[in-house]
């Protein structure tokens, strides 16, 4: 997403699932049988909170995850996001389970003809893991020690993790990449001018002052996937809309 052409070709490329159709994919390929179907927030893949009737021993309610037509032409970026979610889960994290199709794999690629064209759309499904977005909480120091540390935690743990298509993490001009604060210059125009413009701005020349030139001394690491963000309940947790949760006990600062 590096210029207004490959901005409006993402969009396109979004899915664009009724929940009618959401549920039925849960059905053929999970092999679930769905009792509701709800949206969820999403960027550029589209997301759905599945409640499933209840099983003997199963969970009733999940995520149901459809990459836009450009992610799932990567099929290894998804495996990888799968195997990281089951590495973190068997390092003690309570993370989000990922769900295996019918076919026994962790993701299924679907076809759907939209009638002028056929897009292929890869699926997957989580366990839905409960949770308040940070954004709707008090900011305090604690929580932000909290979450501070679980990341901390997260970066520690992820360096034990190894994979052959790793690699396809790595995207060049990636939006959510940290070091490529700059791009967003190309987006200002959405804050038109106002005190927020001239503050994202202050930050964006400081990044390229300050951080650019200094890149070169700091270790680089893969944190999950740009979708995480920091949830909390009665523990803090990181939750992923895309593929993750993990939950931490809190711990005040010593």
């Known amino acids: 997403m590096s210029s207004g052409n490959d901005q409006q070709s993402e969009a396109l490329s979004k899915p664009t699932f009724s929940e009618e159709q959401a549920s039925a994919l849960v059905e053929s390929v999970f092999g679930l049988k769905v009792s509701k179907v709800r949206p969820l927030p999403s960027y550029d893949d589209q997301n759905f909170h599945v409640y499933v009737s209840k099983t003997k021993d199963g969970p009733t309610e999940y995520v149901l995850k459809i990459s836009n037509t450009k992610a799932s032409k990567n099929p290894d970026l998804i495996e990888v996001q799968n195997r990281i979610i089951m590495f973190l889960k068997a390092a003690g994290f309570p993370t989000a389970s990922v769900c295996r199709t019918k076919g026994d794999d962790t993701a299924s690629l679907v076809s759907v003809d939209s009638g002028s ?3 292929s759309y890869l699926v997957r499904l989580l366990t ?3 949770g308040t977005p940070v954004a709707e909480l008090p ?3 604690q929580l932000l020690y909290e979450i501070g540390r679980l990341a901390a935690k997260l970066d520690e743990t992820l360096q034990k993790f190894h994979h052959p298509k790793l690699s396809s993490l790595r995207r060049e001009n990636f939006i959510w990449n940290l070091k490529n604060v700059p791009l967003l210059e190309k987006y200002l125009y959405a804050l038109g001018r106002n005190r927020n413009r001239e503050i994202i701005e202050h930050v964006i020349h400081l990044f ?3 951080v650019m030139t200094k890149l070169s001394h700091f270790r680089e690491f893969l944190l999950c996937h740009p979708g995480w963000s920091a949830v909390v309940r009665s523990q803090l ?3 992923s809309t895309s593929w993750a949760q993990a ?7 010593k």
């Not at 939950?247 to 600062?253: A, C, G, V």
Request: glycine residues 0%.
């Open 117 to 119: 064209e056929i897009k």
């Open 128 to 130: 839905y893991l409960p």
């Open 139 to 141: 900011i305090s120091p």
């Open 208 to 210: 390229k002052e300050e």
């Open 237 to 239: 947790t990181a939750a």
């Open 247 to 253: 939950i931490l006990p809190p711990q005040t600062p």
